[in-house]
């Protein structure tokens, strides 16, 4: 008589594992893509190109918005903005 309440609290805890198994999935995917994009965008905003400068530095705001990014992310991408920036600075007054 248990048998089939067992069986379906079973499956239940099963459905719920396989459920939090992929969100951690997709979660780890979307972050993945994210630092990949970011990482172009971090290159963009370095190339000597005042063009692509401006569009690396453009889409590392826009990068930075996004709720994937963990603090020691924010930090390092907002490090590379400063330096870039700053760079670009030291270019234009050479």
Not at 29 to 37: E, I, Q, Y
Not at 44 to 67: F, I, N, S
């Amino acid at each position: 008589m248990l048998a089939p309440g067992v069986t379906a609290v079973i499956a239940g805890v099963a459905v719920l594992v396989a459920w939090w198994t992929l969100a951690q999935r997709r979660q780890a995917d979307a972050r993945a893509h994210w630092w990949d994009r970011t990482q172009w965008a971090i290159d963009q905003a370095l190339d000597p190109r005042e063009e692509v400068y401006r569009v690396g530095l453009a889409v590392m705001e826009v990068r930075a918005r996004r709720r994937l990014m963990r603090a020691e992310e924010y930090q390092a991408v907002a490090a590379v903005w400063e330096q870039a920036r700053r760079h670009r600075r030291r270019q234009r007054q050479s």
